[in-house]
């Protein structure tokens, strides 16, 4: 981070002020900030992940997320075609190693997304580094709004893996922005919205560009999966997560999950992605096919 042009102050309270705002309207507010202290944009555009949107890629028809990663001036890199929106002639890509090992990538995460999220969109961006290489996991999930419900999922994992060797060492900075929202006669309004943000370091074996691809595949999976249950346990855990009834004295409190609020707001974000590992879930259903192959004998 660069304060040469400001005081440090006023970037670390700009990132105190984010934090406590609904982020929800993150955009918005960051873009008021920046409005009002120019000089910090640059640094809080690069430093804060807001919520994904979404663009056709011309060329190949499938759709991708838009990030700070593959933006160049106005325009957006597909992952698919690896071409500019709008068009430009000067655009930074990556060079033909790591593009091959970005399409690997997109193709794994589709698949993953699928897997996982049952829906939605993800697009993986990579760039080269003097040792090594970094990129960017993105994944972004929707429930379809209705007039009674809705919800978003939007997560950003940032990794650089650096090469040492028979070895290589990853850090991964993972966020995730969720918004649920619910209408009933009973709860009222319901608009839960929550910013989370971890990171991890490992150094695992990586023989060649197939293996890189593997270890940031599980170091995602299983952050991903940590910052999942742990949203779950901060909005729905048992007791925790309790709400005031609008006709209730000051004080009085109702536990959240014996009420209709947690079970709207638990379906929503079941919606939204799996709890469960993919490979529990696999040996559940081995186990059940076991059984049901053992009735038939």
């Known amino acids: 981070m660069s304060t040469g042009d400001y005081d440090g102050a006023q970037y670390d309270a700009a990132h105190d002020l984010l934090r406590r705002l609904n982020p929800k309207h993150i955009s918005q507010h960051l873009n008021g900030i920046c409005t009002l202290v120019p000089e910090l944009t640059e640094d809080l555009l690069a430093s804060i992940d807001q919520p994904l949107e979404t663009r056709r890629c011309k060329k190949s028809g499938r759709d991708y997320l838009l990030c700070d990663y593959n933006r160049d001036g106005d325009s957006y890199r597909s992952p698919w075609s690896n071409d500019f929106d709008p068009p430009i002639s000067d655009g930074t890509v990556p ?3 790591v593009r091959k090992m970005e399409e690997r990538a997109n193709e794994a995460f589709d698949v993953y997304r699928e ?26 999930k929707a429930v379809s709004p209705n007039s009674k419900t809705e919800g978003t999922w939007n997560s950003v994992h940032v990794f650089e893996a650096q090469d040492r060797g028979a070895v290589t060492y990853y850090k991964l ?12 006669e009973t709860i009222g309004g319901l608009d839960l919205s929550g910013y989370l943000n971890r990171q991890t370091e490992q150094t695992l074996p990586a023989h060649d560009d197939a293996g890189q691809i593997v270890n940031v595949g599980k170091l995602v999976e299983d952050l991903e999966l940590k ?20 006709d209730e004295k000051a004080g009085s409190w109702a536990v959240l999950n014996s009420c209709p609020v947690g079970k709207i707001a638990k379906d929503i974000i079941g919606d939204l992605r799996s709890l469960q590992r993919l490979t529990d ?4 259903r ?6 049901i192959n053992s009735m038939r004998a």
């Open 115 to 140: 897997l996982y999220y049952e829906g939605g969109v993800s697009s993986v961006y990579l760039w080269d580094l003097d040792v090594g290489f970094a990129g960017v996991v993105l994944l972004r």
């Open 286 to 291: 081995a186990a059940h096919q076991d059984v």
């Open 173 to 184: 900075t993972s966020t995730v922005i969720l918004h649920l929202g619910a209408k009933s």
């Open 227 to 246: 910052m999942r249950s742990l949203l779950q346990e901060v909005y729905f855990g048992k007791g925790k997560a309790r709400y005031l009834e609008p």
């Open 95 to 97: 060079s033909d190693r």
């Open 281 to 284: 879930t696999n040996k559940e």
